[in-house]
């Protein structure tokens, strides 16, 4: 039986661009649009038109560079912002408009001032509208994870009569938990779309670190498309980041089996691009792109992954596009590490010179915390000076 697939909507230029420190100048989304494509997202959000003139151009200009993705561009449920959104959107190869509004009583009351049968009519006119404008449309129910479930499968009900085709079930705060949110998705799935040629899309905030899993959890009750970015940027705590989501269904692709188009080879190009082009990289801890993620420090580890990286790697660096095994060493280091470094550097040593070599190395290592090249070439010439000097 084939697997289904699980369309991956990037969303690091719009959500990801809007959070502090993450600002893009044209050019440079344009390039970071072109390695999202080689990376095989399905869908680029590439701006939010009515919000400036930056965004609307970005849009534009992601929708003619970009012919492989669908291209999507976000608005209110305001015809205004529908209107810009479409216009932005005229030139892309398959375009789509996402519109929300929220549905929670919280946002209603505090932020729109408005009832829900307001809210109501809003998303009917604004999806009607839509639908005539781009290939497809795409409606969010922001902040559903606090919504009323009558009023939110109400809402989508009347998004689908009108022409959504995608539902997207945003936890706008992250505030869900990952079997609270798979009860959502199962919830919607059965009250709103039932046998509809309609596809569920989830979209995580990760203020309690939870958005990848509570999107593995959606994905495993029936959502189709993740909303994502590259090394997880967004509002506040950030998004479900891209990488983590893939290679989490890559790597356990027993316990999910469903199938992406991403070239997960690529996964590094994309996150360093990001990190060269905003104010930040990613914490060296970081899953899957931080700069320890497939280093080892401590010696039995480095043994063991000289001996069979699997031993401690469920993922090989290569598989992210990674080039090499970054072996850090330091005082933790054991002498198999040691001994392989130092046959990369061309030298071999029978067992007395390693055992003399790898004291002075620990030596070393306690004053200094990080051991280079240059210091293993340094000690085997401190010891032929001493060996000739006796
Ligand atoms: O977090 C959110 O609710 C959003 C919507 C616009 C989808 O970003
Ligand atoms: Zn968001």
Same mark, same amino acid.
């Given at each position: 039986m084939k697997s289904e697939k699980i369309a991956i909507f990037d969303t690091t230029l719009r959500d990801g661009e809007q959070s502090p420190g993450c600002s893009m100048y044209l050019d440079e989304k344009i390039r970071m649009a072109r390695q999202l494509e080689q990376l095989g997202v %399905?869908? !680029?959000?590439? $701006?939010?038109? !009515?919000? =400036?003139e930056g965004d609307f151009n970005a849009v534009r200009a992601v929708s003619a560079e970009c012919r492989n993705a669908t291209i999507a561009a976000l608005g209110r449920t305001i015809e205004g912002d529908i209107f810009r959104a479409g216009d932005a959107l005229k030139n892309a190869a398959r375009s789509r408009i996402h519109t929300f509004v929220a549905t929670s009583d919280i946002h209603l009351e505090? &932020?729109?001032? &408005?009832t829900r049968s307001e809210v109501l009519a809003m998303t009917r006119k604004a999806v009607r509208a839509a639908a005539g404008l781009a290939d497809e449309v795409e409606f969010s129910a922001e902040d559903a994870t606090r919504s009323d479930i009558d009023f939110l499968c109400e809402v989508f009900t009347a998004a689908v009569e009108e022409g959504a085709t995608i539902l997207n079930v945003p936890d706008t705060v992250g505030y869900t938990l990952p079997t609270e949110y798979a009860n959502l998705i199962r919830t919607v799935k059965q009250r709103?779309? /039932? %046998?509809? %040629?309609v596809t569920i899309s989830v979209h995580c905030h990760n203020d309690l670190g939870l958005a990848v899993a509570n999107s593995l959890a959606a994905v495993e009750a029936g959502a189709r498309q993740v909303e994502c970015t590259i090394n997880g940027i $967004? #509002?506040?705590? /950030? @998004?479900?980041s891209l990488e983590e989501f893939v290679m989490a269904c890559a790597v356990r692709a027993d316990k999910m089996p469903f199938e992406n *188009?991403? *070239?997960? =080879?690529q996964i590094y190009s994309a996150s360093s691009l990001l990190s060269s082009i905003i104010s930040f990289g990613v914490q060296p @801890? &970081?899953?899957?792109? $931080?700069? @320890?993620?497939?280093?080892? #420090?401590a010696g039995i580890h480095q043994h063991g992954v000289l001996s069979n990286p699997l031993c401690y790697e469920i993922m090989t660096p290569e598989s992210v /596009?990674?080039? &090499? @095994?970054d072996i850090v060493l330091g005082k933790h280091s054991g002498r198999h590490a040691l001994t392989s470094r130092y046959e990369e550097l061309g030298f071999t040593f029978d067992q007395e010179e390693i055992s003399d070599i790898y004291t002075r190395f620990v030596e070393l290592a306690d004053k200094k915390k990080n051991i280079y090249e240059q210091d293993l070439i340094g000690i085997v010439h401190e010891r032929s000076e001493t060996l000739i000097a006796a």
């Open positions: %399905d869908i !680029i959000e590439a $701006g939010f038109p !009515i919000a =400036s505090y &932020k729109l001032k &408005k709103v779309v /039932g %046998d509809r %040629d $967004g #509002e506040r705590a /950030g @998004n479900a *188009d991403i *070239d997960t =080879s @801890n &970081k899953a899957i792109v $931080g700069r @320890n993620a497939f280093a080892h #420090e /596009g990674i080039p &090499k @095994n």
